[in-house]
RNA sequence: GGGCAUGUGGCGCAACUUGGACAGCGCAUCGGGCUUCGGACCCGAGGGUUGCGGGUUCAAAUCCCGUCAUGCCCGCCA
């Protein structure tokens, strides 16, 4: 069912190790996590898999390393898997039977075609995964953009290791910036002349200057106090108003192939009175005050580390305000502990909008709906969040911390904001919306669209609108999921729209060519002789490339990064693209069977990871 | 003032979490490959005191201390 070549040869390495040195060194006192972290990958030359311990050990006994080694090498038991071991330069190099592996990480791939690189390290777990959470009255920008491919990405990480996961997306339609937009459709203009969404967040930057204005200002504040109480006609035409935004927002997301299981709204948090639980979680717990006096008299404050006198302190943190109304980390509160099962799902659903791609049903929290089962109550909750909130998002797991005895973890995925050259993308100010072409997610996809259509057309292939679709958003993805998140980017449309070198479209053109040669091959063979044929140059790197994606998979999700992926498939792209240019496959003779197993193995492998980081793979480019 | 993040050839990044052999890749530059299975490709060359200074270690881009630079956060906003 599973199928992790690497791994396993790395666990036979250790365990000979491991019989190698209780048998010479056992007074060394090594812990096996010493043992397993001193294997590396081996170096050109070097075997495959290259241990150091025997530094280690030196030390601890006061030997020489070289020795050492030389020792543990003659005492290892020998296995058909390894066709040598041998020292240099105190370290101990282990060389795979090139057959053997082959043969495993080949039929391995065959196998489990589209499964290849799935683990079951999340078996029976389940992890919600909230992305982007953009405010219902503007369009994603490119940070959101960011943000809604990291989750996607990880949301599918987590997949390829058997998590089950809830894809959520919060939408925080309580608020001043809402408040903002619902005065501006009500008193200023509520004729859309463009997409709903970037209409609304263009209005929403007129409207906020009116905001100097006290009389406008008063008059806000009004709407908003009306909004927040559930029930009034303002809080229904504000509910109104954003789910306009967010079925805009909507035509975005999958336009990327974005999707998600479950919409959950801030207001309904507050009307399902999941609140009153969390606060009633706090003060049994002993960890809110009502100051008497000072800056926050009446308020209800967090305990921070120096309780007991946070009511002198200046950035003591508000809960509740002394007009009752909630703060904004209240309700995250309340809403993380509803994902980690600490308050029971109360919520009421219906299905939101048009149906997503492949017939999945996106469902949102409502007054309306049903209770359906199935929804929050996960192991892990990862919030994909920008940098800028990492205070924020510390004391909210702080809070979890102190209000849950349980298990269950609460990751805060934190990633460099997107600035532009020279400013930021400020919804509030409209930094989005540039100067000649506007920041959205809208305008990079069409932009980029047109751009491979151009390239298309220079190439002579015809410029379909799919295809050039597909290869676009390739481009965009693999651009933003390639850098560590924690990078911040700046965005320049020149650098954008550059689709050399490290790219998605340069995967993309490898499974393609990939496709092309083994597309009239129906049935891969592959016999034991076949084995002969594969040589110690780039077949065989193809091969150990191919070998490692299980690893490349278990590893991105347990670091939570992307990047592991996209590393791995650059790898392997450009490890085919040498095969492509010195060895032959359907004009080869002898080869031929092996070469076509390999080259099935890099479509699949490339696939599947493409898959994984949101792209789809297309047999024509 | 406190906190977080970043600093790697001209530019954009990887390797840092878990210290290992010569710091990888792309862009740009220069020089090659008559498009044989798809040239959105491949091969070669030049280009690095990994911000700086200490320390730990057999071994430091990686760990520790200090320092500088840049960005962000620190509201009864969300």
């Not at 200023?188 to 007129?206: A, C, E, H, M, R």
């Not at 650098?495 to 995967?507: E, M, Q, R, V």
């Amino acid at each position: 069912m599973y199928n992790n070549p690497l791994k396993d040869m790395r666990q036979e390495f250790l365990s000979l190790l491991e019989g190698a040195i209780s048998k010479g060194y056992a007074n060394a006192g090594l812990d096996p996590g010493d043992i397993e972290n001193s294997i590396v990958p081996g170096r050109q030359g070097h075997g495959d898999l290259s241990s150091s311990v025997s530094f280690r050990i030196a030390k601890t006994l006061k030997l020489n390393p070289n020795d050492v080694a030389n020792t543990l090498a003659g005492s290892m038991r020998s296995t058909k898997r390894f066709s040598k071991i041998s020292v240099e330069s105190a370290y101990i190099n282990a060389s795979f039977d090139r057959k053997l592996y082959a043969k495993k990480v080949i039929t391995g791939v065959l196998r489990l075609g589209d499964k290849y690189g799935v683990g079951d390290a999340g078996k029976g777990r389940k992890v919600i995964v909230e992305f982007p959470s953009v405010n219902p009255n503007k369009p994603w920008h490119i940070g959101h953009l960011r943000n809604a491919l990291l989750g996607d990405a990880i949301s599918n990480i987590m997949e390829s290791n058997s998590f089950r996961v809830e894809r959520e997306d919060y939408i925080d339609d309580l608020g001043l910036q809402i408040a903002v937009s619902l005065w501006g459709y009500k008193n200023v203009d509520s004729n859309p002349d463009t997409k709903f969404d970037t209409w609304l967040g263009q209005q929403y930057v007129i409207v906020n200057k009116r905001m100097e204005n006290s009389d406008v200002k008063r008059e806000v504040e009004e709407l908003l106090k009306r909004i927040e109480i559930s029930g009034t006609p303002e809080s229904m035409e504000n509910r109104k108003l954003a789910e306009k935004c967010v079925r805009a927002q909507y035509q975005t997301a999958y336009n990327y192939n974005i999707w998600h299981d479950t919409l959950v709204w801030e207001s309904d948090i507050i009307r399902e009175r999941m609140l009153d639980r969390a606060v009633g979680i706090l003060k049994e717990r002993d960890m809110v005050h009502v100051p008497i006096a000072g800056k926050y008299r009446d308020c209800l404050v967090l305990k921070l580390e120096g309780a007991g006198r946070d009511e002198d302190e200046e950035n003591a943190k508000v809960i509740i305000r002394s007009n009752g109304v909630p703060t904004y980390i209240a309700k995250d509160f309340a809403f993380h502990l509803w994902k980690i099962g600490m308050i029971p799902d109360q919520f009421n659903y219906s299905v939101f909008g048009e149906e997503q791609a492949e017939g999945r049903v996106l469902y949102s929290t409502s007054e309306k709906g049903k209770m359906i089962k199935g929804h929050g109550d996960a192991d892990i909750a990862v919030n994909i969040i920008g940098a800028a909130q990492s205070q924020q998002q510390s004391i909210l797991k702080y809070m979890i911390k102190g209000a849950s005895n349980s298990k269950k973890e609460v990751i805060h995925l934190s990633y460099g904001e997107v600035d532009v050259e020279g400013g930021s993308l400020s919804g509030r100010t409209g930094g989005w919306i540039g100067e000649q072409k506007s920041y959205t997610a809208d305008s990079l996809l069409s932009e980029s669209v047109s751009r491979v259509k151009g390239i298309m057309k220079e190439k002579g292939h015809g410029g379909e609108e799919r295809i050039a679709k597909e290869v676009a958003l390739s481009a965009i993805k693999f651009e933003f999921l390639k850098v560590s998140p924690e990078k911040k980017i700046v965005f320049s449309w020149d650098k954008a729209l550059d689709f050399s070198g490290n790219s998605g479209p340069y995967c993309m053109y490898t499974y393609a060519r990939a496709s092309k040669i083994v597309e009239k091959e129906r049935r891969m063979k592959l016999e034991e002789k076949d084995l002969d044929y594969i040589s110690d140059g780039i077949d065989y790197d193809l091969i150990k490339a191919i070998g490692s994606v299980p690893e490349a998979v278990e590893k991105a999700a347990n670091e939570y990064r992307p990047t592991v992926i996209a590393d791995t498939l650059l790898d392997i792209s450009m490890l085919f693209s040498k095969f492509y240019e010195t060895m032959p496959v359907l004009k080869a003779e002898k080869e031929r069977r092996v070469r076509l197993a390999i080259t099935y193995s890099v479509k699949q492998s490339v696939g599947n990871m493409l898959k994984i980081l949101g792209i789809t793979p297309l047999e024509t480019i």
